[in-house]
């Protein structure tokens, strides 16, 4: 029988589920966390211990660490993740299914005896503010102490979220080992209407941190359903005029396509008095106020985001935030005791270890970093933090934006017309794929509000509700789709992104507030180059002006995709989606045949 911790809990439901897992997964040790700092620092010293983590200097990285994850495990296994609801159809054509009883029994033969040896960690969390109503409580109980320290950074852990759940059944039950971090027995496996998850032979941390896409989207879309709100993979800033106005914008873009950049961005000089401050950069719970308004809440703790590119001109506020109390991930390690990732900022050093832990020397043709390596770090780190993250009635929100990695087609940014218009626009976005998740990248996927790997229902069931939420709005947001990642004839990129995205920003602004002009295309409303603010900005006007351009040959290919991808779907879809489509492929054939530049 393993020894274990005191439970800090006389749940009953709790303490008999901890038991039964225990049983199955048979570890020499059951520990309870608490959540202090004094638990931080000797788990920690364990795992450094461990050669789990390595002490960074402490001079040139205060409290912050290195973690170096099995080669054959960097990146979401979207392939082995499953969403098994009672029925396939309740799933939906985009996610993995298998009859829930037969994957039960399955992953119970991979968890027999898969602790033995090890510690079974019983974590209990929180995401969102411990008083706020969006709160949920979760139990993750897991043999990887990288995991434990992770989810302190990323949750409200421990006691706060006992006191929050009390003698409740309603927390997600949560079980994951590492094992033997086989590939051919990994599976990320989501039970929604048992609001439960069940991960094993993976340490990585979209597979591992259960906190995260598993409970905080895909059980909570399913949840957000049936409760009336929105779970979604979006970043959520605030943005200050210099008058004072405060604007609040929630955006969906996929894993590695400027989420955190944007939620950190610092405008440039010519937007004098203008601040943007940052409330989340990866998962908004969105739910309607008593005003008829949309109300949103980061329920996550801290930051969990891709390292390569970033630097002083791409994401000045996380590299301050970098600073200390960071968790680094398949980054490189430089001979003084730091880290180094490509397109970190200074020269590239001579020599490294790399992510894989081999000698790694300048000029190599592999990179020093893993595409996808990453950082954890408190949100009270941020030096843009909003103070309204702490608001448990979260924030309103004026506008949503949606975006991806095109090369062609999708402008700078377009409104849509009305939110149903919005909600077909923002589901059958497109992206070329990154090294966020397993598989080729640069592929073009449709990824419906930058959601498809974190839906836990069907697709469309899921429109429908969105556009179900859309009609309770008295004030909804407007819906903008953006593209920062356009490519010219020469192939590279035409509008320079990063903080000159805030010109777009301001437009968005000002259309919310009815002060900025548009031109009305076939498939929404674009700024005219007059329309933005154009003082300082470090490409021509032609460039604009290609980056805005909606040309009818690009977009009929385009909706002709949309349709493969709507019959994809299936009969879920809702019908007034499908008039969306006819409507706008009616106005693209008529600008066609009119030679009209649209």
């Not at 897991?142 to 009390?166: E, F």
């Not at 008593?290 to 390292?307: C, I, K, T």
Request: glycine share 10%; with cysteine.
């Amino acid at each position: 029988m393993a020894t274990a911790t005191l439970a800090p809990t006389q749940n009953p439901h709790l303490i008999s589920w901890v038991d039964e897992m225990a049983q199955m997964c048979k570890p020499d040790r059951i520990y309870w966390c608490e959540g202090s700092e004094e638990e931080r620092a000797r788990l920690t010293a364990e795992a450094i211990d461990a050669g789990v983590l390595l002490k960074l200097d402490g001079k040139k990285r205060p409290n912050s660490y290195y973690h170096r994850s099995n080669p054959n495990d960097v990146a979401r296994s979207e392939e082995l993740t499953f969403v098994c609801t009672p029925t396939e159809e309740e799933s939906g054509p985009t996610n993995n299914w298998v009859e829930p009883g037969e994957m039960y029994r399955r992953l119970a033969r991979l968890y027999d005896g898969a602790m033995r040896g090890r510690t079974m960690y019983v974590v209990p969390y929180i995401m969102g503010q411990p008083e706020s109503p969006f709160a949920k409580v979760g139990i993750e109980l897991t043999d990887s102490v990288y995991v434990v320290l992770n989810i302190r950074i990323m949750a409200r852990m421990g006691k706060v979220a006992l006191d929050r759940l009390g003698a409740s059944d309603d927390f997600n039950r949560g079980l994951h080992s590492v094992a033997d971090c086989d590939p051919t027995e990994r599976f990320i496996v989501h039970f929604p209407q048992d609001n439960t998850i069940w991960s094993v032979g993976s340490g990585y941390g979209g597979n591992a941190l259960l906190n995260k896409k598993c409970l905080a989207l895909r059980i909570s879309t399913y949840q957000s359903r049936q409760e009336g709100w929105l779970a979604e993979h979006m970043m959520l800033l605030e943005a200050t005029s210099p008058s004072g106005e405060v604007h609040y914008l929630a955006g969906g873009f996929p894993s590695a396509c400027g989420k955190t950049n944007l939620a950190m961005l610092i405008p440039p000089d010519v937007f004098t008095g203008w601040r943007i401050r940052t409330l989340g950069d990866d998962i908004v719970w969105m739910r309607i106020g008593e005003d008829g308004r949309l109300y949103a809440v980061n329920p996550e703790a801290g930051f969990f985001g891709v390292v390569p590119g970033t630097n002083s001109h791409t994401n000045p506020n996380a590299m301050r935030m970098l600073d200390r109390d960071t968790i680094f991930t398949n980054v490189a390690l430089t001979q003084d005791g730091d880290v180094w990732w490509e397109g970190k900022d200074g020269p590239v050093p001579e020599r490294l270890i790399d992510w894989k832990g081999r000698p790694w020397a300048k000029g190599s043709a592999e990179p020093a970093a893993h595409p996808n390596s990453r950082f954890t770090v408190p949100l009270s780190n941020n030096p843009a933090l909003a103070p309204a993250v702490n608001d448990p009635r979260g924030v309103p929100i004026s506008a949503l934006i949606f975006g991806g990695r095109r090369a062609t087609t999708i402008p700078l940014v377009l409104e849509s017309f009305n939110w149903a218009h919005g909600v077909y626009l923002a589901g059958t976005m497109g992206s070329e794929t990154t090294a966020a998740k397993t598989g080729a990248v640069g592929v073009l996927r449709r990824d419906p509000m930058a959601n498809i790997p974190f839906v836990g229902y069907d697709m469309g069931t899921y429109f429908g509700h969105w556009l179900e939420m859309g009609a309770r709005l008295a004030r909804p947001p407007r819906i903008f789709l953006v593209n920062w990642f356009r490519k010219g004839d020469d192939g590279k990129f035409v509008w320079p992104g990063y903080g000159e995205n805030m010109r777009v920003l301001k437009w968005i602004f000002d259309r919310c507030d009815g002060r900025a002009a548009a031109k009305e295309t076939p498939v929404g409303w674009t700024p005219r180059t007059s329309d933005l603010e154009m003082r300082g900005l470090p490409v021509q006007a032609g460039a604009v002006e290609a980056a805005l351009r909606v040309d009818a040959a690009e977009w009929r290919e385009e909706l002709r995709s949309h349709a493969e991808w709507l019959d994809h779907l299936g009969p879920t879809v809702p019908r007034s989606l499908r008039a969306q489509l006819e409507l706008l492929d009616a106005a693209v054939e008529t600008a066609a045949h009119a030679r009209i530049d649209p």
